[in-house]
């Protein structure tokens, strides 16, 4: 069972963005959030395929959250809406390109508790080849 | 697997292009049928995931079928089914304590998990009880839903179509 967690994550600090992302990291941390936030996260990993007893190929599926809030992009107040939507570019870039991962869903979410951050979330899935690290669609 | 026997000749071509030609016309009654198999199945495996019971104080969603504008789709709906498919993220306010929100009225569920694993208190909705969380996971019912269902398609459209046209 391979968890590519860290490795999304260190790939996605690599990226360009439009604006200075405060911090990517993985979900849950002790760590006090801050904005432009990207985080990542596995939501499933089965066996799909299992050779000799040992796994070949496993499906996988990864959230990527990322919350902004309002902010200035050069030198225009953007929504955290908008700021959100941009980074999310750059994210599904570096997944399919990267990763070569498909994009399966994309969500705005409402925060009724706090309006002053936006979450959007984007989800990803793929069947990797454990042995190799190639991704197939 | 269905056999069709003709004697060749004209008569055995009029036959084939008559049986072809039901068979062409019978198409989108078994597209239908497929479709609404497909959907009841999605349902039921939706059904299977979805939380029955709160959790951490987010209301049950209900599970249903709907027309869509390009076929049938299997609905998920209610006020905090995002946060259970989603997970909660890093959102809501900053007091963690319970004597706040009856002092104050705070009115968050959910923190930005700046207490770190300690997790917070937040007031259960419907019954106002003190629950303790540290932030929910995304439960992901309809990805599962969806993957159980998707790995069914092959098979379903087969009994479909064994099923309609022998």
């Known amino acids: 069972m391979k968890n590519l967690v860290n490795t999304v994550i260190t790939q996605l600090d690599t990226l360009t963005y439009p604006v200075v992302m405060s911090v990517i990291r993985a979900s849950y941390s002790k760590a006090v959030p801050v904005y432009p936030m990207i985080v990542v996260e596995e939501i499933s990993n089965a066996t799909l395929m299992a050779?000799?007893?040992?796994?070949r190929?496993?499906?996988?599926?990864?959230?990527?959250?990322?919350?902004?809030?309002?902010?200035?992009?050069?030198?225009?107040?953007?929504?955290g809406v908008a700021v959100c939507r941009e980074i999310a570019t750059s994210v599904d870039a570096g997944l399919n390109s990267i990763?070569?991962?498909?994009?399966?869903?994309?969500?705005?979410?409402?925060?009724?508790?706090?309006?002053?951050v936006s979450r959007l979330v984007l989800r990803y899935s793929g069947i990797l080849d454990v042995k190799t690290d190639y991704m197939y669609r | 697997m269905k056999e069709l026997t003709v004697v060749l000749g004209e008569e055995g071509i009029r036959t084939l292009k008559s049986y072809f030609s039901a068979l062409q016309d019978s198409l989108p009654t078994v597209a239908d049928a497929v479709e609404s198999a497909i959907a009841e199945y999605g349902e039921q495996a939706l059904r299977e995931f979805a939380p029955t019971n709160d959790i951490d104080g987010n209301e049950v969603g209900s599970v249903s079928i709907e027309q869509g504008r390009d076929g049938l789709r299997v609905v998920y709906s209610g006020s905090d089914v995002a946060y259970i498919e989603f997970?909660?993220?890093?959102?809501?306010?900053?007091?963690?304590?319970?004597?706040?929100?009856?002092?104050?009225?705070?009115?968050?569920?959910?923190?930005?998990?700046?207490?770190?694993?300690?997790?917070?208190?937040?007031?259960?909705?419907?019954?106002?009880?003190?629950?303790?969380?540290?932030?929910?996971?995304?439960?992901?019912?309809?990805?599962?839903?969806?993957?159980?269902?998707?790995?069914e398609v092959p098979i379903i459209v087969a009994k479909v179509i064994h099923e309609k046209l022998g």
């Open chain 1, 51 to 55: 050779l000799k007893g040992e796994e």
């Open chain 1, 57 to 79: 190929l496993s499906s996988v599926v990864y959230q990527i959250d990322i919350f902004s809030k309002d902010m200035f992009v050069a030198t225009t107040l953007t929504s």
């Open chain 1, 99 to 116: 990763f070569g991962m498909t994009r399966t869903s994309s969500a705005e979410l409402p925060d009724i508790n706090d309006a002053t």
């Open chain 2, 87 to 151: 997970g909660t993220g890093y959102i809501g306010q900053n007091n963690p304590y319970p004597d706040e929100i009856v002092l104050n009225g705070a009115n968050w569920v959910y923190d930005v998990n700046e207490h770190g694993v300690n997790g917070w208190v937040y007031r259960r909705k419907g019954t106002g009880e003190l629950a303790h969380s540290r932030g929910m996971k995304p439960e992901a019912p309809v990805l599962k839903a969806f993957k159980k269902t998707e790995k």
